[in-house]
């Protein structure tokens, strides 16, 4: 059977190509007696006077016979991609080749769009000798010329026209091929701006119809850019040095040799993101920016890797440059730069305005011709602190080992912000202050010092303008903290700031660096494409400079670095709207601030880290292991009850009554009916606080049993009769209303489970969760 339809399908296949054939001579017999004379030289096309598309006769008389491409005309396409890729000056055509195949491989060749200068293109066209526009000279009525064949060199083309009658060619170019900026290196100069490499620009001019590029021919384009690329980028840093060098003499900033001396900031960043986790990109780089002009003084590029020398065998120009460690590439870039500043510039870097990078600092120190200064910025300082006070909210053990409760990790969560306002309030305050540096360093001191404490609800230290003393409905929680050893761990955040706090009240930040290293992410397609392998992030870094220190005349700089021209009109046209939008957003950049409150958006039920699906078996082994933690000897029963006495004084007393249903709620728990909510339930248990102003106020109200102490140690578990009898005989003991310098002696803690206690207003006594003594 399989034999049989492989026969069929043959069959129908060439019954199909003598139907084809049979309308294609049909179709040439029509075309040949509407117009003869137009076959007569290979069926020249009747184009209109503006315009050089070519269309076929042939191919529209088939297209009203069939919609389906015949074999011969789909194997003429791929000869006609052979040709087009062909440097030849013959056109690709076999012999027997009959005219109206012919004239489709021109036509096929011709198709899609290109990229025109149009001025020069018309000119070419109207210099072609002895014809007119499409015709000739001769006196011959028509059009008699007709492109002969196409010759690309990537974006340009050559267009070689041929006139029937008497055999003159032409040839006119899609653009000046020996322009210093013609469309092949516009092209590729526009891929960099962007931050595309050859396969994005590739992608973008397929997309339009347009031939491709080869990958050689935009190599060697990118190659010649790059020269001049790299010598403008120096010819602006050293500009930029001059600037800075007069704004320090006017100011008086020279040291004792009369050299310049000023504040720069410096920052580095690597060809791939790091993600805090993966330090081994290829490439990085790192700047050095004047404090005053904000222009770039100094770029350096590292390269650990060179793929041509990776393959091996072929001469070439390396870029490696760097053999050590990813890490270890942004210090080195900044110490070159400090050596280099007197011979580039005649300047010295005084002082370095950094974002907390400690190894930059001891390379400085230690290798530096001169002293230097190191300032922290003010934004990373901030930044890290709330960072560390978000880690630590995570966590629930403080370094001392003791467990946190959970409370306080939500309290802390909280009241991260407010931390922050409370230094930044401070920073702004004594800024502002008439006295001396170093007083305003000491005030600020004392302030950061004491904002911890001023947020958890201690005042005693707050100075008049820090706060107005204690708030209503505030709870003291500094207590707690100290003990379960959160507040060290908070203040070994603050500390940091505190030492920091020269640079803090000079409130400099190295956004400058930060904002050529935005403009690099841009040049290099946003860390998402690899130009680390031949040179490419070197260029791209370069480009990035001249672009940071010339803003949007960076079309038109490197135009006229190119060309010695001024840009063209459309390119001027691009840059004046350029300007006008940058002059928008500086005029209303400063809006008055939304007195809305900022709505965080944290994780939900259909993104971010959402509780896992346990099914029953899971479950059950799950609770039983919980069950069984709760399970505890005589001896731990002991020390909890020891380590709880304090109750709201103590962190693990808020871990263990989660665990279990106080006495309180256990008769609720009990008492739900079957028709009950579950989510009653879970409010009950699982509370967030227990900090609310009726618990407070009980807690403040508590009347506890006293024990004498030589039955402390005596503890018995109470069942039945056990229980009515110490009920009669609790009024022979004593009650005393529990304060805080009372607790120890007190009957207040977990004494392992059940415990009693006595409250003012209802007079009754009420078994909670525990044992109590005899």
Not at 342 to 353: E, F, M, N, R, W
Request: hydrophobic share 35%; aromatic share 8%; charged share 30%.
């Amino acid at each position: 059977m399989g034999g049989c339809k492989n026969k069929q399908l043959g069959l129908t296949r060439h019954r199909k190509n003598k139907k084809l054939l049979a309308k294609r001579r049909i179709a040439m017999r029509t075309l040949w007696s509407t117009n003869p004379d137009t076959l007569k030289n290979c069926g020249q096309n009747a184009a209109s006077n503006s315009s050089l598309i070519i269309e076929e006769h042939t191919a529209a008389s088939l297209s009203t016979t069939t919609d389906q491409p015949s074999t011969s005309a789909s194997i003429i396409e791929q000869e006609d991609w052979k040709y087009s890729n062909n440097s030849q000056d013959s056109l690709y055509c076999s012999q027997e080749s009959t005219p109206c195949e012919k004239e489709k491989v021109i036509s096929d060749s011709m198709g899609g769009r290109r990229i025109v200068e149009v001025q020069s293109f018309i000119d070419q066209i109207l210099s072609f000798p002895h014809h007119g526009l499409f015709s000739c000279s001769s006196g011959s009525s028509g059009n008699t010329v007709r492109i002969l064949k196409e010759v690309r060199k990537g974006f340009i083309s050559e267009f070689v026209l041929i006139c029937d009658l008497c055999k003159v060619e032409h040839k006119v170019y899609s653009d000046k091929t020996d322009g210093k900026l013609n469309t092949n290196g516009a092209a590729v100069l526009g891929a960099i701006s962007i931050g595309c490499g050859f396969s994005q620009l590739n992608e973008f001019v397929s997309a339009m119809n347009i031939p491709e590029i080869s990958y050689k021919r935009y190599k060697d384009v990118e190659d010649n850019l790059q020269e001049i690329i790299e010598e403008e980028s120096w010819k602006c840093m050293i500009e930029a040095g001059k600037k800075e060098a007069e704004m320090a003499k006017e100011n008086g900033d020279v040291d004792e040799n009369d050299i310049p001396m000023i504040t720069v900031i410096a920052d580095g960043a690597w060809c791939k993101r790091s993600y805090r986790s993966a330090y081994n990109a290829r490439s990085g780089a790192a700047c050095i920016v004047g404090q005053r002009t904000g222009k770039l003084l100094f770029l350096g590029i590292r390269n650990k890797f060179c793929a041509m020398c990776h393959m091996g065998g072929m001469e070439h120009v390396c870029f490696k440059n760097w053999d050590g460690t990813s890490t270890g590439m942004e210090s080195d870039i900044i110490l070159e730069g400090f050596k280099q500043s007197i011979s580039i510039h005649g300047l010295k870097y005084a002082y370095l305005v950094g974002d907390g990078d400690s190894s930059v600092l001891k390379r400085l120190q230690a290798e530096s011709p001169y002293v230097v200064e190191k300032i922290e910025c003010s934004n990373h300082l901030l930044r890290n602190y709330c960072t560390n006070l978000k880690n630590l909210a995570t966590k629930k053990f403080s370094s001392k080992g003791l467990p946190i409760a959970p409370f306080l990790r939500q309290f802390l969560k909280k009241s991260i912000q407010r931390l922050r306002t409370a230094v930044d309030c401070a920073v702004k305050y004594r800024r502002s202050q008439d006295v001396s540096f170093q007083d305003q360093v000491n005030h600020l001191k004392k302030d950061i010092e004491n904002s911890v404490s001023h947020v958890f609800g201690e005042h005693k230290k707050c100075d008049n303008y820090f706060c107005k003393g204690d708030k209503p409905n505030e709870f003291n929680q500094v207590s707690t903290l100290k003990q379960c050893g959160l507040y060290n761990d908070i203040m070994s955040f603050a500390n940091r700031l505190i030492y920091n706090s020269k640079s803090l009240i000079k409130n400099m930040t190295n956004n400058s660096a930060e904002s050529y290293n935005s403009v690099v992410a841009k040049f290099i397609g946003g860390k998402r494409a690899d130009f680390s392998k031949r040179g490419g992030y070197k260029m791209r870094c370069q480009a990035a400079s001249i672009c940071y220190n010339t803003g949007v005349a960076f079309q038109s700089v490197l135009h006229k670095a190119i060309t010695d021209k001024s840009p063209g009109f459309h390119t001027k046209k691009f840059i004046e709207r350029k300007k006008k939008l940058n002059c928008k957003r500086q005029l209303f950049q400063k809006t008055k601030k939304s007195n809305k409150k900022q709505v965080v958006a944290e994780a939900d039920e259909d993104y971010g880290d959402v509780e896992e699906i346990l099914d029953a078996e899971e479950l059950t082994r799950r609770t039983n292991v919980f069950l069984r933690s709760l399970k505890k000897t005589k001896e731990e029963i002991l020390e909890i009850a020891e380590n709880t006495k304090e109750q709201r004084q103590s962190a693990l007393w808020f871990t263990e009554r989660r665990k279990r249903i106080t006495a309180s709620m256990f008769g609720k728990i009990c008492k739900l009916r079957p028709t009950t909510n579950p989510a009653t339930a879970l409010t009950i248990l699982f509370r967030q606080s227990l900090n609310s102003v009726d618990e407070i106020k009980g807690f403040e109200s508590e009347v506890y049993f006293m024990i004498p102490r030589t039955n402390i140690d005596e503890f018995v578990y109470a069942r039945g009769d056990a229980a009515d009898e110490w009920r009669k005989s609790r009024r022979k003991h004593i009650f005393v209303k529990a304060a805080s310098s009372e607790l120890d002696e007190a009957a207040a803690g977990f004494w392992g489970g059940w415990r009693w206690r006595a409250e003012e207003r209802h007079g009754s006594w009420r078994k909670c969760t525990g044992i109590f003594t005899s």
